[in-house]
Nanobody
Framework: QVQLVESGGGLVQAGGSLRLSCTAS????????MAWFRQAPGKEREFVAA????????NYADSVKGRFTISRDITKGAVFLQMNSLKPEDTAVYYC?????????????????WGQGTQVTVSS
């Protein structure tokens, strides 16, 4: 059974940085996209970033472009999200997703597997 486990969330001041990690057990997703989504209280889950199976094949939400960087370790079935210049509006539960056959998929229903989420809180 495939499991995605996120780590790296926490509390940080505005302008700070965090690095999220997600590791898959049971599969490497070497020919599937992996992504990050987030959900703030009272809001719908939204796309943050996606990475395909080819180097440099990435996609970002406009709200995080230039501040966040997604990367993968295909051999380990891992995906990372480096978050810099964090803002209070980045506060949310961040979810790792995997299993899309579309390399830059931004819709949650394109992804088959989901992690349990990790809380990111940015204080002003």
């Amino acid at each position: 059974q495939v499991q995605l486990v996120e780590s790296g969330g926490g509390l940080v001041q505005a302008g700070g940085s965090l690095r999220l990690s997600c590791t898959a057990s049971g599969r490497t997703f070497s020919t599937s996209a992996m992504a990050w989504f987030r959900q703030a209280p009272g809001k719908e889950r939204e796309f943050v970033a996606a990475a395909g199976w080819s180097a440099g094949d990435t996609n970002y939400a406009d709200s995080v472009k230039g501040r966040f960087t997604i990367s993968r370790d295909i051999t380990k079935g891992a995906v990372f999200l480096q978050m810099n210049s964090l803002k209070p509006e980045d506060t949310a539960v961040y979810y790792c997703a995997a299993g899309s056959s579309r390399s830059r998929a931004i819709l949650s229903y394109d992804y088959v597997h989901w992690g349990q989420g990790t809380q990111v809180t940015v204080s002003s």
